[in-house]
Each structure stands twice: as C-alpha cells, then as structure tokens.
C-alpha cells in the first residue's frame, strides 16, 4: 500500500507501487501458496490510460479469487473463476488471446520451432492445476485461445459504463433491481447463453409470481436494453433474446385498477392525520387534496411554496426530476392543506419542506410511499397513496370540471390536442374555484 498522486490529490491506493515513476500493482503471495505458485511476490504494471485506483482494485479482487481458487474454495462463482483465470494470466504478463499470437521462424531456420515462448512460464506454472482439473487454471489456458464469455453480472457493469446515467445512483440502483432479478433466475452465465426459450422462461416465471403484466414489461425493458448495449459494446454477434417479448394474454394477470378514495374514507384519512400532525401526516394531507404525484409534493422546496397566495409550484430541480413538461404547474392548496403547510414550514428549519425526505442527493419519494402506504393501510386496506389521483379525477367530474382545466390541476398531459399547449393557461383562481367545488364536502 503506497500513496498515489492524482494531479493535486494524493491518496492511498492498497496495492499501488511506483518504480521510477512506473505505476505497478504489487501484493504478496499467502505463504501456505508461496510453494504451489511458484512466487512470492506479484508485480504487474498498470495502464497509463486507466485510473490506478480503479485497476489496484480490480486486481485486488481478482487475486483473492486465485488464491481462494487455489485453496480449493467450493464456493467459487462463476465471476470468481473468471476473476481467478485472469489474474493467473496477468501474473505472467499474459491477456486473453495470446496463445493466437505466434512468433514467426527466421528464414533458413533449422530444427525444432516454438512460435509460443511467451506462453512456457504460464503453462509451466498451471500444469499440475490444470490436470487436477482446477477451474481457475482451465478456464485460464481456455482463455489463451478464445476470450472467456461476459457473464451477465459483468453485462449490467457495460451497460452503466455506457449510459447517458451512469453516475445517478437512484436510476442505477433501481436498473440493477431489475437485473438481478434475471440472474437470480438464469444464474450468473454467460450473456451468449441466454437464448429466447430462457427470455421466456423468465418473463413467465415473473408472471407466475403475481406480478402485473405491466410490471413484468417494465422489467423486460430494463433488460432489453443491457442486452442491446452489451451487443453494440462489447460487441456481440447475438440477437437479442428480449426484442418484441410480448405478455401473452392466457399468461397476463388481470390489471388491478386502482379504486380512488370513497368521500368517507378519504374523511378517515384526513382526520386521522389532522390528529396526529407530524410531518408525514402534513404530507398526506397536501397529496391528498392536490391529487399531485407523490414525488412532486415529497419534493417541495421553501421557495416552491406561496403561503400568502396559498399555492405550491411544481418545478423540477436537482433533487426531482418531473414526470414530462405538462407537470410544471402551479396548484393551489384548499385551507386545510394550506393549514397543513403552515405548520409543516414552521418546524421545518431546512431548505425543504418535508426535510426527512430530502437528506440525500435525490428525493426519497420511495421511502415516503412505503411509510404512508403503512400506515393508511392501517384505516382504509388495499389502496395506496397513488389513489389520491384516481380521487382528484373523479371529484373534479363530479363537479363538472372542463376537462382541459383538471389536466392542469393534475398535470396530466394532452397530446390529442395541440391547442391545450396555446396561452398561459387557466389562472390559480380558477383552479381554487375547481378545487373548492370538487372538496366542498370534507370538512375537519
């Protein structure tokens, strides 16, 4: 372990050595191993043109892998032997392919020939593993002639390192969701492997679990895509297993519309929070009679929020992104919302105003739903704070609300007509008047 100068940082990066201004990995070898491998020591010299944190520990990983390979480890992965292969290879200055790589015999030469010298150490080194039948060391001298297969873990990786959001740990995080499930399903093999029966198996087995139908398609993009950027990447003369995956109907689970709220249970709700209020109940209160998605009120900042006026504005910002364009708007909050605000923002000494929700680089718009969810459940069973939506749309029908005015109030978009986009609009007034009409009815 020495320390790296990286322009004007200095760190220190566990296995990083300098020689005379050469960046080299350097470990030493378990003495139980010293014998079997042949060294004491490894010394390999980094790529200029990678980070040298970034390939110390990558090697680092792939040296535990060979040492645990050659204590005969039955827990080995797949990635783990793969990792164990290369870094055997790398130890003798060797990359996958190189037994493709002859040297050509001078003219006039006379007498036996080896075109593979480069090659004598490393055989020599993994011959007795080899015949054992150590993974590791077979799939190493596999790897000589033909690159070793990218197995579906290393996959994802290619996909993040070629994504327009590679650095957003949110959308990443939950991408890999989705990801793990098919190797939870298929194992860690190889992505060659993954032909359409298996495309099928998977998006069967996710129905067969009680997922919807457009969850499961949700799923089946996610995993389109790495397929198709491994495939340009890496690249891949494969087609992909996924492309046009369909949800047949005799598989397709019946779509559970989400019910809105009944005016009484809506009551129970609103009064249970006025009871208790906390922040998460002054949460549940301004959702519900805005009807916004629960990411674009969880997100509220100081400066969205005209309490003399008595309206949120919805804006997108670094920490909350909005859905599309038609989500700008301003909504205006009825008394017992703007109640509810008041006395959140008085005890919110932050820059947001539902802070507990705003600690990290993104909203956690996950963590409000499962903590409201939990505990509306508890009152009104099987509906979850999305139906505060579903609510909005059927009180503003009740009330006859024109239809272009509860798109606005809502945020829901028109693409049907291009006119809707005309103007600046209906005014916050009108939007109050709509929204009085359509709550009239609740009283606290």
Known sequence: MAAAKFGSITVIVKGYYSNNGKAYFQRAVPPDLVARFGKSKISIPLDEGIHAAVQCERLT??????????????????????????????????????????????????????PTPHLNAFHEAVEDDYRAGNPAAIAAVTALRKPLPVLLSEAFEVYVANHKKGN???????????????????????????????????????????????????????VKAVFNVVRREIPLTMNNPFESLTIPLNLENPEEERDPYTRAELTTLVEAAL????????????????????????????????????????????KRRLKNKASERQIPLLPIALEAMKRQLSEANDTFAFPSYNKHTKTSSDSASAALNKWAKGAVPDKTMHCFRH???????EVSCPEAVSKEIGGWSNVQDVSAG???????????????????WLTA
Request: hydrophobic share 40%; aromatic share 8%; no cysteine.
């Open 391 to 397: 609510t909005l749309r059927d009180q503003l029908r």
């Open 61 to 114: 990983q792939r040296f535990k892998a060979l040492f645990r390979s050659l204590r005969n480890d039955p827990q080995l992965t797949a990635p783990d032997i793969k990792a164990a292969a290369l870094a055997w290879l790398g130890t003798y200055g060797l990359t996958q392919g190189d037994a493709n790589h002859l040297t050509l015999m001078p003219s006039n030469w006379e007498g036996t020939f080896d």
């Open 275 to 318: 009871r208790l209020d906390d922040e998460r109940r002054r949460l549940m209160i301004v959702l519900a009679l805005t009807g916004a998605r629960l990411a674009e009120i969880v997100g509220l900042r100081r400066q969205d929020i005209d309490l003399e006026i008595g309206l949120i504005e919805i804006t997108p910002h670094a």
């Open 168 to 222: 957003d740990k949110d959308f990443i995080f939950a991408q890999r969701q989705h990801w793990k499930k098919l190797i939870g399903f298929l194992g860690d093999i190889s992505v060659e492997s993954v032909d359409r029966e298996k495309a099928r198996n998977f998006r069967d087995f996710r129905l067969s679990t009680g997922i919807k139908g457009t969850s499961v398609e949700r799923e089946l993009t996610v």
């Open 422 to 440: 005309y103007g600046k609009g209906s005014s916050i007034d009108v939007k109050r008047k709509w929204l009085l009409d359509a709550y009239g």
